[in-house]
């Protein structure tokens, strides 16, 4: 049970971190946010989550520290003046969980670049991710216009994993169709359902600054819902606020630091929580 609702907390980070834009005119104090990429970039990206969560169950007390980290390579295989098309390959997974109750700790640790049969459910479904590709498309604005990420599930067997939440680096700013000015304020409401939740709720970025090097933004999020398996029907809440660095020219994400809030309300309106911090890294390598 604990690895179904940390899998959300691995996924729900990211469908809300990346952006893009175009060229700043000389002297103007307005910017465009649109993706600009061309064909054959490619980037690495490091995500880095820590998160830890105090439960109670019968009156003893559990304490859970984890940390998350994922890198993966995106690469633009065609471009056009709305539309790319991206394949992205996990290179490598790397989990180490601590869970403390009482005199007892069960750790479990899970590195895909290490060589050891693996034994759990979850472990095989990262050993098997690695080195795996998916495409996806993507219009100027971030948006997904398509993904064949349910079919990479499928090929290893693991549908019940599938999420959006799972497209963990990429496209997740939602982009205005309008110029911005420093401070500048917008929202994007969003709504979706697959197999793990039903989630609905409110982001809100803003412009906070730029210069010829990057673009800096801030976000902050609500998000509720339900969960759709496991756990059917308990609600679930993520609260996050951080920042967001863009590459000026493609407006690819540069790093983000993201402080998360993950509330859990079962039948009896017991409420658990789960704190954390994501950290993400991106380089453009070609």
């Known amino acids: 049970m604990l690895w179904s609702k940390n899998s959300f907390s691995f996924f729900i980070c990211i469908c809300l971190i990346f952006a893009s834009c175009k060229e700043r005119k000389e002297h103007s104090d307005e910017i465009e946010l649109k993706l600009k990429l061309d064909s054959n970039q490619e980037f690495i990206t490091q995500m880095e989550i820590n998160q830890s969560m105090e439960s109670e169950d019968?009156?003893?007390i559990s304490l859970i520290d984890q940390l998350f980290e994922f890198r993966l390579s995106s690469k633009v295989l065609k471009d056009s003046s709305d539309l790319y098309l991206i394949s992205n390959t996990y290179q490598q997974l790397k989990i180490h969980q601590t869970q403390s109750e009482e005199d007892n700790e069960e750790v479990v640790f899970i590195d895909t670049d290490e060589n050891y049969p693996p034994e759990t459910e979850l472990e095989k479904y990262y050993y098997q991710l690695k080195g795996k590709s998916y495409l996806t498309t993507i219009n100027y604005l971030g948006d997904e216009i398509s993904s064949s990420l349910l079919e990479l599930n499928k090929?290893?067997?693991?549908?019940?994993?599938?999420?959006?939440?799972?497209?963990i680096f990429q496209y997740g700013v939602y982009m205005p169709e309008?110029?911005?000015?420093?401070?500048d304020v917008w929202f994007k409401e969003i709504s979706f359902k697959d197999s793990l939740v039903s989630v609905s709720g409110n982001i809100q970025y803003q412009l906070d600054t730029w210069d010829d090097q990057a673009i800096y933004l801030s976000i902050h999020s609500l998000l509720k819902g339900r969960y759709n398996q496991f756990i059917q029907g308990e609600q679930i809440k993520l609260e996050q606020e951080g920042?967001?660095?863009?590459?000026?020219?493609s407006c690819w994400m540069k790093e983000a630091n993201i402080h998360q809030k993950i509330f859990w309300i079962d039948e009896n309106s017991k409420e658990s929580n789960m704190i954390g911090d994501v950290k993400i890294s991106s380089q453009l390598v070609n």
């Open 243 to 249: 920042s967001i660095v863009l590459y000026r020219k």
């Open 178 to 183: 309008f110029p911005l000015k420093e401070k």
């Open 58 to 60: 019968n009156g003893v």
């Open 155 to 167: 090929s290893i067997g693991a549908e019940k994993f599938n999420s959006p939440f799972q497209k």
